[in-house]
């Protein structure tokens, strides 16, 4: 698969998503293109690692680091867990998936989009995105997740916070009533 480089002029990082690397397309979807970006490696400059395509900042990408140091070897380029590398980043999953068209610089994709394209049967069309009904980052089952096709706003529904907090949390709000019905 050849590789372009990114739109926004005077960078000459790899294109990744929609044309643009990734620090240029999280600006460009947030309306800023060509705002300036401050870089911690240098484009290109990849894990040492045969095989290992992960960006890096030293010799090591942060995997390589973290086993040399653990185990005094950086060991193989492959992720030893099955199925590729899991993260947890800002309370998101996010999957090692480096052919994924919505992958991020590092390889890595949103699990709840995985979810969403998985039911949807098809890849999420720009302007739509995946939101957590109950608002638990991580909670990527199916019937947590629905389809937007605009921005979210910050927060989560009333109603769905409130049925939330009665399923899981049933005798805080009984008792919380309680004491509201109270002189």
Same mark, same amino acid.
């Given at each position: 698969?050849?590789?372009?480089?990114?739109?926004?002029?005077?960078?000459?990082? %790899? /294109?990744?998503?929609?044309?643009?690397?990734?620090?240029?397309?999280?600006?460009?979807?947030?309306?800023?293109?060509?705002?300036?970006?401050?870089?911690?490696?240098?484009?290109?400059?990849?894990?040492?690692?045969?095989?290992?395509?992960?960006?890096?900042?030293?010799?090591?990408?942060?995997?390589?680091?973290?086993?040399? /140091?653990?185990?005094?070897?950086?060991?193989?380029?492959?992720? +030893?867990? %099955?199925?590729?590398?899991?993260?947890?980043?800002?309370?998101?999953?996010?999957?090692?998936? %480096?052919?994924? %068209?919505? /992958?991020?610089?590092?390889?890595?994709?949103?699990?709840?989009?995985?979810?969403?394209?998985?039911?949807?049967?098809?890849?999420?069309?720009?302007? $739509?995105?995946?939101?957590?009904?109950?608002?638990?980052?991580?909670?990527?089952?199916?019937?947590?997740?629905?389809?937007?096709?605009?921005?979210?706003?910050?927060?989560?529904?009333? +109603?769905?916070?409130? $049925?939330?907090?009665?399923?899981?949390?049933?005798?805080?709000?009984?008792?919380?009533?309680?004491?509201?019905? $109270?002189?």
């Amino acid at each position: 698969m050849p590789q372009s480089t990114c739109l926004a002029s005077d960078c000459d990082w %790899p /294109a990744t998503t929609k044309g643009r690397c990734h620090a240029h397309y999280e600006l460009w979807s947030r309306g800023r293109p060509e705002a300036p970006i401050k870089r911690r490696t240098q484009p290109g400059r990849l894990c040492e690692v045969e095989g290992c395509m992960k960006p890096s900042r030293g010799r090591l990408c942060s995997m390589h680091t973290a086993r040399k /140091a653990r185990l005094g070897v950086p060991g193989e380029a492959r992720s +030893k867990r %099955p199925g590729g590398s899991r993260v947890i980043n800002n309370g998101y999953v996010r999957l090692h998936r %480096p052919d994924h %068209p919505s /992958a991020y610089s590092d390889g890595y994709v949103q699990e709840h989009t995985l979810v969403m394209e998985g039911m949807l049967g098809r890849l999420l069309r720009p302007g $739509e995105n995946v939101h957590h009904k109950n608002g638990i980052r991580d909670d990527n089952r199916p019937e947590n997740l629905e389809l937007w096709s605009v921005g979210q706003p910050s927060g989560q529904r009333v +109603k769905d916070l409130a $049925e939330w907090m009665v399923r899981f949390h049933r005798d805080i709000v009984i008792a919380e009533l309680h004491r509201s019905e $109270e002189p």
